[in-house]
């Protein structure tokens, strides 16, 4: 049995969020999609930066954007980040971002294969 955090994309609780309007829940995932790579390119500048505060607020936009598409890996990993950010566990924060760059890149990966959405 797979658990809900270990799905790359939950089509259904998206379509459930967004009241069962399966056009405007393609089209928010489009959206999410579209701005993922510059989000990724963003914050991984921030952090290269030391810039704290911008790292951790593209990182909360990022977390939002996965709440409301429903992309539960990618939520979790990016929300442990922000976790280690907030309690000053900084020696994890290296690894934590190399994990939430390769769920991105899986995302990427299943929605390039068209595997996200259920025909």
């Known amino acids: 049995m797979t658990n809900d955090s270990d799905k790359i994309f939950d089509w259904h609780a998206t ?3 967004n009241k069962d309007n399966v056009t405007f829940a393609k089209e928010i995932l489009k959206m999410f999609l579209t701005h993922l790579a510059e989000s990724q ?7 290269i930066a030391g810039d704290k ?3 951790c607020a593209q990182l909360h936009k990022l977390y939002g954007g996965c709440c409301y598409c429903i992309v539960p890996k990618l939520a979790a990993s990016v ?5 280690a950010l907030k309690t000053q566990d900084l020696s994890k924060v290296a690894n934590l971002l190399a994990v939430v760059n390769q769920e991105i890149t ?4 299943a929605a390039t294969a068209n595997q996200l959405i259920p025909n």
């Not at 390119?41 to 952090?47: E, P, S, W």
């Not at 929300?79 to 976790?83: S, V």
């Not at 899986?106 to 990966?109: G, R």
Request: proline residues 5%; glycine residues 0%; without cysteine.
């Open 106 to 109: 899986m995302l990427q990966d």
């Open 15 to 17: 379509l459930k969020l």
């Open 53 to 55: 505060p911008e790292f």
């Open 79 to 83: 929300k442990q980040l922000e976790m």
């Open 41 to 47: 390119v963003l914050i991984n500048q921030y952090y």
